[in-house]
């Protein structure tokens, strides 16, 4: 099983962007899918998460800004990062509980210009 995260990029504040994480493999069940990020010299902190069912939780920091979705028919999972601050430079990565076990992707640099 693997993750492959795409869709970071540099983007002005206030700009916005969309990430794509997609499952491939051996795959009989995914669970919960999130997304986490961490920035230069801070530990990796959770962003987004959004069940099997499609019912989303998100930080504090990011609620009315970004959006997770998921499409259960393409193993994917979607963050909609809108209104970008420069505070939302990371190295963004997917997670997935897959087969029971727990994936993480490659990452994907997102970089918000002041």
């Known amino acids: 099983v693997q993750l492959q995260a795409s869709g970071g990029g540099l983007v002005q504040h206030g700009g916005s962007l969309r990430l794509s994480c997609v499952a491939s493999?051996?795959?009989?069940?995914?669970?919960?899918m999130a997304w986490y990020r961490q920035a230069p010299g801070k530990q990796r902190e959770l962003v987004a998460t959004?069940?099997?069912?499609?019912?989303?939780n998100y930080v504090d920091s990011v609620k009315g800004r970004f959006a997770i979705a998921r499409d259960n028919a393409k193993n994917t999972v979607y963050l909609q990062m809108n209104s970008l601050k420069p505070e939302d430079t990371a190295v963004y990565y997917c997670?997935?509980?897959?087969?029971?076990?727990?994936?993480w992707g490659q990452g994907t640099l997102v970089t918000v210009s002041s």
């Open positions: 997670y997935g509980n897959i087969n029971r076990s727990g994936y």
């Open positions: 493999g051996n795959i009989f069940s995914i669970n919960d």
């Open positions: 959004i069940t099997a069912g499609g019912r989303p």
